[in-house]
């Protein structure tokens, strides 16, 4: 047998399979915007993971997003209020299923008129999408969509209520609100979550979203934002920096608290300092998980081919 040399030109060469990609860390839009507004927020929920309590508010609008998801598997000429609207017991039904503790939200209503009065508040919401939209006229490409894309090592990841694209391959992010419109004041806070998308979006398919669409369903209004390029550049170094201080947080143990008024929301007061409270020791693990070089084979990043814009009524 006659050895072949290795850099003989007739042995066509095997390209050497790319190594898979490191990842140091990981964001979602809501435990990024979590250590934004409270450090110690973030920890309770990110590396202690403290069970927090259930909210009627919070069941609400889990059940009203999955009675929206719903509407669109159904063929355009059915997607009807009363449709809707009769999906919502079905609805709360699978998701106490899934999740019987959700049960204790009504204990103490033994007659079940404060469930029915919440069912109906439910109802309500629904109806008021459909005085925003209509959901006839409009075929999403993708709905309750996993995206996501590695950066520097960092995993940014969420999930987009809906995307619609059009023809040209022009994305509008659309994202369901159960509460009231912010005040002015505070559209920035509302937006970072959708900018937090976009940026996804940018990175995988190459294409600034041309709108982010916040719905909210409670004053049935929205509040829409074309964002650019630039700007989209600047939110990623944004994220950078966020998770080199939870990086730098995560080693030294020092996650503060940051006192404001969402502080009355929070199921974590016992234990916050600010409240007179004491956390529980720092968690050794969460020191190795900090600087862990995770790596993963799966593809990073979401693609997939255009589908028609939908095409909706005007507001």
């Given at each position: 047998?006659?050895?072949?040399?290795?850099?003989?030109?007739?042995?066509?060469?095997?390209?050497?399979?790319?190594?898979?990609?490191?990842?140091?860390?990981?964001?979602?839009?809501?435990?990024?915007?979590?250590?934004?507004?409270?450090?110690?927020?973030?920890?309770?929920r990110?590396?202690?993971?403290?069970?927090?309590?259930?909210?009627?508010?919070?069941?609400?609008?889990?059940?009203?997003?999955?009675?929206?998801?719903?509407?669109?598997?159904?063929?355009?000429?059915?997607?009807?209020?009363?449709?809707?609207?009769?999906?919502?017991?079905?609805?709360?039904?699978?998701?106490?299923?899934?999740?019987?503790?959700?049960?204790?939200?009504?204990?103490?209503?033994?007659?079940?008129?404060?469930?029915?009065?919440?069912?109906?508040?439910?109802?309500?919401?629904?109806?008021?999408?459909?005085?925003?939209?209509?959901?006839?006229?409009?075929?999403?490409?993708?709905?309750?969509?996993?995206?996501?894309?590695?950066?520097?090592?960092?995993?940014?990841r969420?999930?987009?209520?809906?995307?619609?694209?059009?023809?040209?391959?022009?994305?509008?992010?659309v994202?369901?609100?159960?509460?009231?419109?912010?005040?002015?004041?505070f559209?920035?806070?509302?937006?970072?979550q959708?900018?937090?998308?976009?940026?996804?979006?940018?990175?995988?398919?190459?294409?600034?979203?041309?709108?982010?669409?916040?719905?909210?369903?409670?004053?049935?209004?929205?509040?829409?934002?074309?964002?650019e390029?630039?700007?989209?550049?600047?939110?990623?170094?944004?994220?950078?920096?966020?998770?080199?201080?939870?990086?730098?947080?995560?080693?030294?143990?020092?996650?503060?608290?940051?006192p404001?008024?969402?502080c009355?929301?929070?199921?974590?007061?016992?234990?916050?300092?600010?409240?007179?409270?004491?956390?529980?020791?720092?968690?050794?693990h969460?020191?190795?998980?900090?600087?862990?070089?995770?790596?993963?084979?799966?593809?990073?990043?979401?693609?997939?081919?255009?589908?028609?814009?939908?095409?909706?009524?005007?507001?």
């Open positions: 047998m006659t050895d072949v040399a290795l850099t003989d030109p007739a042995v066509p060469a095997t390209a050497p399979e790319p190594l898979p990609v490191a990842v140091v860390g990981s964001l979602s839009p809501s435990r990024a915007s979590d250590f934004k507004t409270c450090p110690l927020l973030y920890r309770f990110s590396i202690d993971r403290l069970p927090e309590t259930p909210t009627r508010a919070a069941t609400r609008g889990t059940v009203v997003h999955a009675v929206l998801e719903h509407l669109y598997d159904l063929p355009a000429g059915e997607r009807t209020v009363e449709q809707a609207q009769a999906d919502v017991a079905p609805s709360w039904e699978q998701l106490l299923t899934g999740e019987p503790e959700l049960a204790q939200l009504f204990d103490d209503d033994a007659e079940g008129a404060e469930l029915t009065e919440w069912l109906e508040s439910a109802r309500q919401l629904v109806a008021n999408y459909f005085t925003l939209e209509d959901p006839q006229r409009l075929e999403p490409a993708e709905r309750e969509q996993l995206v996501e894309v590695v950066l520097d090592g960092l995993r940014l969420g999930y987009v209520d809906r995307l619609d694209v059009s023809p040209a391959g022009d994305l509008r992010v994202d369901y609100k159960t509460g009231s419109i912010p005040r002015e004041a559209e920035a806070k509302a937006l970072f959708m900018k937090f998308y976009a940026l996804v979006l940018w990175r995988t398919r190459g294409v600034v979203p041309r709108q982010l669409r916040l719905i909210y369903l409670a004053d049935s209004d929205t509040l829409s934002y074309q964002p390029a630039d700007e989209l550049a600047r939110f990623e170094r944004t994220l950078q920096a966020i998770w080199k201080a939870i990086a730098h947080a995560s080693m030294t143990g020092d996650f503060r608290p940051s404001s008024r969402l009355d929301w929070c199921s974590h007061q016992a234990l916050c300092p600010a409240k007179g409270g004491t956390p529980p020791p720092f968690p050794a969460a020191l190795a998980a900090a600087s862990e070089d995770r790596r993963v084979a799966t593809p990073v990043g979401v693609r997939v081919e255009p589908e028609p814009w939908p095409v909706s009524r005007p507001n």
